[in-house]
C-alpha cells in the first residue's frame, strides 16, 4: 500500500478498501458466531461496525508494505460450539466470503464509473500491481474504486492461506486432534511463528517473481480478475 504514496487518490482508494473489508470481515464473522451461540465474540465488542475494534496492527502492517492485510482474528468455535466442525468452518468462511463479495463489487464499480471516461488500465493486471500501486488510471474516481475493490479482495484471498493467524490456518487447527497437533499449536499459534512466516512470505523475495504469498495471491486473483472484463 505505502508503494501508491506518490498518488494520493490511489492510495486513500487502497487504504480505505483494506479498512472497509477488514471491519466487514471480521464483524461478519463475530455475528454468525454469536447467532451460532457462541458469547465470546459479544463480550469482546467484535460485532461492532468501528475499525478501531476488528484492525489488526500485524495485519495493518503486512497491508502498509506487502498489500496484502488482515483483520484481527475473531475467536470463533469457543463455548458452545467448540469442536463442532461445521459450525467452526461457517463462522470462519462468511468473513472471506464477505471482503471478497465487497472486493468484487468495488472493481465493479470502478469499471462502470470508468465506461464513460477512459479508466488507463491495461485489459489485464496482476493483483499486487494493483496494490503496489504500480497502474494509475485516468478516471480518478474510477481508480479509487478499483483501488479499494482490490484491497478488499486481497483481504479475501490472503484469509484462504493455511497459516495462522489467517482464517484457514485457524479452521485447520480449530478442527485437527489437539492431542496429535499440540506441538504445532504452540509452535504456530502461541509462540507466533505462523504469523512471522506469513509476514516474512509476503514481504521478502524468495523468486525473481516476488514474495511467494504475492505470486500465489496472484495466480489466484488472476481469473477474476480476467472474469471481471477489461479494467
Known sequence: MLYAIGHPLLFLGLALGFVMASTAHA????FVATRMGDRRPRADARLSLDPRRQL????????????????????VGTGYFRGAGRRVLAGLAVGPVVSGALGVGLLLAGRAVGLSTPLGLSGFTDLSDLLHGRVVADNQLAGMLVAGGTAALAVALISLVPLPPLDAGRALFALAPRSSWQRARHWLIEQNVGLVA???????????????????????????????GPL
Open 27 to 30: 464483524a461478519s464473522q463475530a
Open 56 to 75: 489488526d496492527p500485524f495485519g495493518c502492517l503486512a497491508a502498509a508494505l506487502a498489500g496484502p492485510g488482515w483483520a484481527r482474528p475473531v475467536e
Open 198 to 228: 506469513v509476514l516474512a512470505l509476503l514481504i521478502i523475495p524468495i523468486s525473481g517473481e516476488g514474495p511467494l504469498l504475492l505470486v500465489l495471491l496472484d495466480t489466484v486473483a488472476r481469473p477474476i480478475l480476467h472474469a471481471l
